[in-house]
């Protein structure tokens, strides 16, 4: 089991290795870990060298529809859910994802816009800080349609 759960973590022939002894299985463990505190120390970064340029009118524009997404794309979502008929894990998953979009993915993207830095990049950083705080709020949310018999 664990070798399975190794490979198809991605961690290929080293992973399968590792995954036959103690420190190895360990080693894959913590591993694993580094994502979360790696994605959250880009973002940390980003924002720093963005953050100034958020003030600015084009990212503050843009948030009132980055706001408006994040309430109606999620009851749309579950709306479709609902009238494909899916089960309950279906429909929180179908609203969930309509929901959130990794702009950050688009990020080197608004870096090379030529003439857009700082601005191109801080509309993109502000979608993102929306969306993350949104998907905060999802978690609860949804639930609460998910309980509801309508």
Not at 34 to 63: C, D, N, Q, R, W
Not at 119 to 138: C, D, G, K, R
Request: proline share 7%; glycine share 8%; aromatic share 6%.
């Amino acid at each position: 089991m664990a070798d399975r759960r190794a490979v198809a973590a991605g961690g290929g022939l080293a992973a399968l290795g590792a995954a036959r002894t103690a420190t190895g299985e360990r080693a894959l463990t913590a591993l694993g870990l580094l994502p979360v505190p790696a994605t959250a120390l880009v973002l940390f970064l980003v924002l720093a060298a963005v953050m100034p340029k958020i003030g600015e009118s084009a990212a503050l524009t843009a948030a009132p529809i980055y706001l408006a997404y994040a309430v109606v794309a999620p009851v749309l979502g579950w709306i479709a859910a609902r009238s494909g008929r899916l089960g309950l894990g279906a429909m929180r998953a179908v609203a969930f994802s309509a929901a959130t979009r990794n702009s950050l993915v688009i990020l080197p993207l608004a870096f090379a816009v030529p003439g857009g830095v700082p601005l191109v990049p801080a509309v993109v950083v502000t979608q993102t800080m929306i969306e993350l705080v949104s998907e905060l709020v999802y978690v609860r949310w949804i639930l609460i349609m998910a309980r509801s018999p309508n």
